[in-house]
């Protein structure tokens, strides 16, 4: 598996519209085999948009957020934007995959889908797998998507958003159905809506106080609700995101310590070491030296 020098960032990539369409928030992709030379997959890399990918057959491997994934016939993938992907080789490929941008979601009609918990992805989850019901679903729905996506007219966003709707909330039951087949409750969502707020301004934020700001709610409220939902404490989830994008940073680049402490907001780097050795056991650099040589 490539990795980035101390001198490459990690390069974020953005969602590239069809020449037919022009559109630069949604793009459909499909995959009967052969696949363009994307040699710049293969380096540790961001996208700056969402993808779903239907993988019809396929034997490559590839990795999200330091896990590998084998890529099974019939499964779907997903990721988000600032998720650290990589894939290990090009194999020929059967998939459909659809992309849409955050300002997609932003779209009055398309706000209701960024609630949805294949999108919130609260477990962290990539994989989603499907019975021969749900693959038959998931076809049709691909199906109706494309053919839209390929006529464009004054109708086109408002029935991509339709039948995207109806495939996302599908794809969220059967998202709970694997990772947690519990209902969200009120405080559940608030749980949800504070890891989302994390997951947007970990680097720069770094107390509950400020999360609960952002929640308008207390901060003593908000610690009594994630403690309880959780079973771990508000200030845990800010220091595992962060442990998180740390371990991202140490796997798939070179990039040294002082950049990435930098990076993630921390005032030095020795507060930066401190902090990982204390919630991880380890060093940075132990950590970093030790995950290269499990992975040789």
Same mark, same amino acid.
């Given at each position: 598996?490539?990795?980035?020098?101390?001198?490459?960032?990690?390069?974020?990539?953005?969602?590239?519209?069809?020449?037919?369409?022009?559109?630069?928030?949604?793009?459909?992709?499909?995959?009967?085999?052969?696949?363009?030379?994307?040699?710049?997959?293969?380096?540790?890399?961001?996208?700056?948009?969402?993808?779903?990918?239907?993988? %019809? /057959?396929?034997?490559?491997? &590839?990795?999200?957020?330091? *896990?590998? #994934?084998?890529?099974?016939?019939? =499964?779907?993938?997903?990721?988000?934007?600032?998720?650290?992907?990589?894939?290990?080789?090009?194999?020929?490929?059967?998939?459909?995959?659809?992309?849409?941008?955050?300002?997609?979601?932003?779209?009055?009609?398309?706000?209701?889908?960024?609630?949805?918990?294949?999108?919130?992805?609260?477990?962290?989850?990539?994989?989603?797998?499907?019975?021969?019901?749900?693959?038959?679903?998931?076809?049709?729905?691909?199906?109706?998507?494309?053919?839209?996506? %390929? /006529?464009?007219?004054?109708? &086109?966003?408002?029935?991509? *958003?339709? #039948?995207?709707?109806?495939?996302? =909330?599908?794809?969220?039951?059967?998202?709970?159905?694997?990772?947690?087949?519990?209902?969200?409750?009120?405080d559940k969502l608030l749980l949800?809506?504070?890891?989302?707020?994390?997951?947007?301004?970990?680097?720069?934020?770094?107390?509950?106080?400020?999360?609960?700001?952002?929640?308008?709610?207390?901060?003593?409220?908000?610690?009594?609700?994630?403690?309880?939902?959780?079973?771990?404490?508000?200030?845990?989830?800010?220091?595992?995101?962060?442990?998180?994008?740390?371990?991202?940073?140490?796997?798939?680049?070179?990039?040294?310590?002082?950049?990435?402490?930098?990076?993630?907001?921390?005032?030095?780097?020795?507060?930066?070491?401190?902090?990982?050795?204390?919630?991880?056991?380890?060093?940075?650099?132990?950590y970093r030296a030790s995950i290269?040589?499990?992975?040789?």
């Open positions: 598996m490539n990795i980035l020098n101390d001198r490459q960032p990690v390069p974020i990539y953005s969602l590239e519209p069809d020449e037919a369409t022009a559109n630069k928030q949604f793009k459909v992709y499909q995959y009967e085999g052969d696949l363009p030379n994307q040699a710049e997959l293969l380096i540790p890399h961001r996208k700056d948009h969402y993808l779903f990918v239907f993988i %019809r /057959r396929a034997g490559t491997r &590839q990795w999200i957020d330091m *896990t590998p #994934y084998v890529l099974q016939d019939n =499964t779907i993938y997903f990721s988000a934007p600032g998720d650290l992907i990589v894939k290990e080789e090009f194999r020929q490929l059967w998939s459909t995959g659809i992309a849409f941008t955050k300002e997609f979601l932003a779209v009055q009609e398309n706000a209701a889908l960024s609630k949805l918990p294949i999108i919130q992805n609260p477990h962290r989850g990539h994989e989603l797998r499907l019975s021969m019901v749900d693959i038959d679903f998931v076809e049709d729905m691909l199906g109706k998507i494309a053919t839209e996506y %390929r /006529r464009p007219n004054e109708w &086109q966003q408002r029935m991509l *958003t339709a #039948y995207l709707t109806v495939l996302l =909330t599908y794809l969220s039951r059967l998202y709970t159905e694997q990772f947690d087949n519990k209902p969200l409750s009120t949800t809506s504070y890891q989302a707020k994390i997951d947007e301004h970990f680097r720069a934020l770094h107390q509950v106080s400020e999360y609960a700001s952002l929640l308008n709610v207390s901060a003593g409220y908000l610690s009594e609700v994630v403690k309880a939902q959780s079973g771990k404490s508000a200030m845990t989830h800010i220091h595992e995101r962060l442990v998180l994008e740390a371990r991202r940073l140490l796997f798939h680049t070179q990039q040294p310590l002082k950049e990435i402490a930098f990076d993630l907001g921390f005032s030095d780097a020795s507060y930066f070491n401190r902090f990982f050795k204390r919630e991880t056991g380890i060093t940075p650099a132990e290269r040589e499990m992975y040789q």
